[in-house]
């Protein structure tokens, strides 16, 4: 929602995954679910971003982007489904002097919080609670060690929208 809000609900927007991964795949799933509620905005390039070496090749794959790309206004923004790939991105972005894009990921890495409080074109991402996944996950085990049933196979904890005001 929150790259949405920041290209004004149009525009072309780039998606970058990895949908092998179950997570992510929820995540992308979900953002393109929710472009349905966007007729202005429109998906110019969806690309797999290699594992390892996702900012790396995130870099590479957006420079071949706005290379394909040039105008301003091309692209209004990035949803990048991990935070890794929203960091190759702005690398490339920034690199292209294209600083109008928007960019938002997800994990809430400290490069990428880092990235945000500069103010680079990388505006957001959802810092998941990584002190709360591990004990949340522990519960579940001790449950199922004691005979009972896990909570179910699928539990969310809290993620919280980082941005330039609390990055």
């Not at 971003?49 to 290379?67: D, H, K, S, T, Y």
Request: no cysteine.
């Amino acid at each position: 929602e929150r790259l949405l809000q920041e290209i004004g609900g149009k525009g072309p927007v780039v998606v970058l995954t990895h949908r092998p991964h179950p997570g992510v795949l929820a995540r992308t799933l979900t953002f393109l679910d929710m472009l349905k509620g966007y007729p202005n905005v429109k998906v110019v390039a969806e690309r797999h971003i290699n594992v390892p070496g996702p900012i790396e090749n995130a870099r590479v794959q957006m420079e071949n982007i706005l290379l394909a790309n040039p105008a301003k206004g091309s692209i209004a923004g990035v949803w990048a489904a991990f935070d890794a790939a929203a960091i190759g991105a702005t690398q490339a972005i920034m690199a292209a002097g294209r600083t109008e894009i928007k960019v938002t990921g997800v994990d809430g890495e400290a490069q990428a919080l880092k990235l945000i409080r500069e103010g680079s074109p990388l505006v957001a991402t959802v810092g998941q609670d990584f002190e709360q996944i591990p004990g949340t996950l522990a519960r579940q085990i001790s449950l199922v060690l004691d005979g009972k049933p896990a909570q179910g196979t699928q539990i969310f904890v809290r993620a919280v929208l980082m941005t330039k005001a609390n990055a």
